[in-house]
């Protein structure tokens, strides 16, 4: 198969869908791979990795998609690149149809094969090609969170670990899943002391037998939130209710409770955030002040730290990514069923049950598209 990756184009994305060992791999399994120029220089890979790799570097995307089988990127694809998909063709990349219906029909029209990393599944009933990034902003969380903190970016002027005969910052973190657990790691390493609040009993239970007395865990309740707030000196928003917005679990009205110079770091402003004034911001700009209170709302953190991002997503795609190309999509999905729940679009038809609810579109089921 001709695997072709081209260079993302979406503002602030430095990832790349490809990394030198992944086409090394692909290779080593005897198909061709072609990179355009430029392509890892933002996670820290140059051309001379991928041409040592076996990989062949092209200068333009229009070439990429011009020539290759399957395309494997990281962010949904732009709509200059959806212009260049065609039929038959497959791509392997994130998508988030569901909030996107001009990416969902344009990938319709193109007659393109489409596998979402982030549909996929796993035997736990886990989101493998997700849980890497959910991994990095947990713990890139208390990192920003304890720059938010320092008294010139507006923060209360605490330190995390506190010194001998100082406290260390109390960090409050609202969701014990996959950025809970992670970002919880981090503060406690970093001396703080740490509390998280989940609503599963059985999440609660794993997190109480895994850390045991490295962070103390409560059950998510209004009131138990309330008195934590009062003593939070970090606050790590990290909820998730699988396909839902993200539950406003702080209001505006509980500033007036809250340490002044509290930093609230919402790591589900993906998903519209969870504390009430929460707004996205950019790596670029990433803090703001509401009422004494700093917020952090990066929506795409694993950005800043790109190439930690990169080989974690890369790790993660690539036994997918050669199941596809060693075997074509309809044998591997078929081989492999949580495979064939990443498909969402297969020539003209929408084959993901909540992107059609979302946008009001007819589905065929992934078994009977497979077929096709
Ligand atoms: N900003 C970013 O760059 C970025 C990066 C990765 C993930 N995310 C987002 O972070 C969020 C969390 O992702 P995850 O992978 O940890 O999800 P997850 O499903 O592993 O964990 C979510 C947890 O929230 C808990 N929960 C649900 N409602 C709750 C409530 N009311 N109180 C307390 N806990 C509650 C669930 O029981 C679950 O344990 C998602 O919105 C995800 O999209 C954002």
Aim: glycine fraction near 12%; include cysteine; aromatic fraction near 6%.
């Amino acid at each position: 198969m001709k695997i072709g990756c081209p260079k993302e184009v979406k503002p602030q994305e430095f990832r790349v869908g490809l990394t030198p060992n992944a086409a090394q791999e692909a290779v080593a399994h005897g198909h061709g791979v072609m990179i355009q120029t430029g392509a890892g220089a933002g996670a820290g890979f140059d051309d001379a990795d991928y041409a040592a790799a076996g990989a062949r570097i092209v200068e333009t995307a229009d070439e990429v998609f011009a020539t290759a089988d399957m395309i494997v990127k990281v962010k949904e694809p732009q709509p200059a690149e959806r212009k260049m998909l065609r039929e038959g063709q497959l791509l392997f990349t994130y998508l988030h149809l569901a909030p996107d219906p001009g990416q969902t029909h344009d990938l319709l029209a193109s007659g393109c094969t489409a596998i979402a990393y982030e549909t996929v599944t796993d035997d736990r009933g886990g989101l493998p090609l997700l849980a890497p990034m959910s991994e990095v902003a947990g713990r890139l969380a208390p990192q920003v969170g304890a720059w938010t903190l320092q008294k010139a970016n507006g923060g209360r002027g605490v330190l995390m670990g506190g010194v001998p005969g100082v406290g260390p910052a109390r960090v409050l973190v609202i969701g014990g899943g996959v950025v809970g657990t992670h970002a919880a790691r981090i503060a406690a390493g970093m001396g703080a002391e740490v509390t998280v609040l989940d609503r599963s009993l059985p999440r609660l239970r794993y997190l109480d037998d895994a850390f045991g007395a490295q962070f103390r865990t409560g059950y998510s309740s209004s009131g138990l939130l309330a008195e934590h707030l009062g003593e939070a000196d970090m606050v790590i928003g990290a909820v998730l209710i699988p396909g839902a917005e993200a539950p406003k679990l702080v209001k505006r009205a509980q500033f007036a409770q809250m340490k002044p110079g509290a930093a609230l770091v919402d790591v589900a402003i993906d998903q519209g955030g969870c504390f009430e004034t929460s707004k996205p911001t950019t790596h670029a700009d990433p803090i703001y002040d509401v009422d004494g209170i700093m917020h952090y709302c990066v929506a795409n953190m694993p950005g800043a730290v790109a190439r930690t991002s990169t080989i974690a997503l890369g790790n993660a795609t690539m036994p997918f990514m050669l199941a596809l190309a060693d075997k074509g999509w309809r044998q591997a999905c078929t081989d492999d069923p949580h495979l064939l729940n990443g498909l969402n679009v297969h020539a003209g038809t929408l084959t993901y049950y909540a992107v059609g609810r979302a946008l009001g579109i007819n589905v065929v089921s992934p078994q009977l598209a497979i077929k096709t």
